[in-house]
């Protein structure tokens, strides 16, 4: 039965003793509008606060809303990176994270420095960096993308252009037999809850259900195990679905299937059964839950909205060399999914 399986996870993340009742909805609604603030939710963020967001989305889709809303204050209930990506597009918001430890072990795969130093061995090559970095690192960047637009990114740059693809290996493996160029170099970092989705796990699961659906992350260590899998013929090749997340709710309602599993964080599982709730939607590996998105609780929500904190800050001259590159990713390709 559908929905039975893989919630338990997100549900169980902490609530610090507040539950997430109608008193609390209300709440953080009226704080909300006391501090004229948008409240922008990430599709792994716990269902109770992807039901409170004023939108909710892939990290593309996101940044493009918080670019273009009126109201004074951000309150993004994602990771740190996501927040300081909303700073970098409108420094003179208020920027607020219910948690200013909800980091991302991919961003933390490459720092400044190292960018500085592999720059160094290609001069002239153009750096791609995933928006899952650090400000310092978007700063040596020149044109960011979200696992939504990064094929069209990569595409724009001039076939004869030398490019760096920064951190995600799995992505950047995915970028270049999309784009097929060869002059496409990739660092060898990872997201540490998508490289755990193994592709032995994912070809158990599809040989179980051989009618449903694959939708899978880019960044997951199984995309490329599924591609072989279409290619030796053992799963339909067009039930492979390679998808950010905001592109997998927009396939969640376009699909025939009535049965798909899921190859990203848990989380997203929840605006995919809001989205198409006849269909039975399980995950590909139920332990892969962010435990940097899940500290982003009801109560640290509601403490970010009574105390005005955690506040995000960039240093506005790393922002200033960052911004260029943001306003390029949101630019590039087909808005992605967010609500
Ligand atoms: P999306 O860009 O698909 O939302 O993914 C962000 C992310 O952190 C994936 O782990
Ligand atoms: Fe970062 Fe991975 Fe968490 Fe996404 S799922 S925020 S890439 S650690």
Same mark, same amino acid.
């Given at each position: ?44 963020? &716990?269902? #109770? ?12 889709? @996101? /940044?493009?809303? *918080? =670019? !273009? ?116 170099? &990739?660092? #060898? ?12 796990? @994912? /070809?158990?699961? *599809? =040989? !179980? ?116 590159? &943001? ?13």
């Amino acid at each position: 039965m559908a929905h039975t399986q893989t919630l338990e996870a997100a549900d169980l993340a902490p609530f610090d003793g507040v539950e997430p009742d109608a008193a609390w909805a209300e709440e953080v609604r009226r704080l909300a509008r006391e501090r004229d603030a948008v409240l922008l939710a990430h599709n792994y963020q &716990v269902p #109770a606060i992807q039901d409170i967001a004023d939108h909710t989305g892939d990290s593309l889709a @996101l /940044s493009r809303i *918080a =670019a !273009a809303s009126d109201a004074s204050t951000i309150v993004f209930c994602g990771v740190h990176f996501m927040a300081e990506t909303a700073k970098i597009l409108s420094p003179d918001k208020t920027v607020l994270i219910p948690d200013a430890r909800a980091g991302c072990s991919l961003a933390d795969s490459i720092t400044g420095e190292q960018l500085r130093a592999w720059k160094a061995e290609h001069p002239g090559a153009v750096v791609v960096s995933y928006v899952n970095t650090t400000a310092e690192v978007k700063a040596e960047t020149d044109i960011c993308c979200t696992s939504s637009n990064a094929v069209d990114v990569v595409a724009s740059i001039p076939a004869d252009r030398e490019v760096l693809f920064l951190p995600d290996q799995f992505l950047g493996a995915h970028v270049k037999r999309k784009t097929g160029r060869e002059n496409l170099h &990739v660092w #060898a970092g990872e997201c540490h809850v998508h490289a755990g989705i193994n592709g032995a796990e @994912l /070809s158990e699961r *599809a =040989a !179980a259900n051989p009618d449903a659906d694959l939708f899978i992350h880019p960044e997951c260590g199984c995309a490329t195990s599924a591609l072989y899998l279409a290619g030796e013929g053992a799963v339909a090749a067009d039930k492979v679905k390679i998808l950010s997340t905001g592109d997998m709710v927009h396939e969640a309602r376009d699909t025939k299937a009535r049965s798909v599993l899921v190859a990203t964080e848990i989380g997203m599982l929840h605006q995919l059964r809001k989205a198409a709730p006849e269909i039975d939607f399980r995950a590909v590996n139920d332990r892969a839950s962010c435990r940097f998105m899940k500290m982003i609780t009801p109560a640290a929500l509601l403490r970010c909205l009574r105390e005005g904190a955690d506040e995000v800050h960039v240093d506005p001259e790393t922002a200033k060399r960052a911004e260029a590159s &943001v306003r390029r990713m949101i630019e590039i390709g087909q808005p992605g999914g967010g609500e």
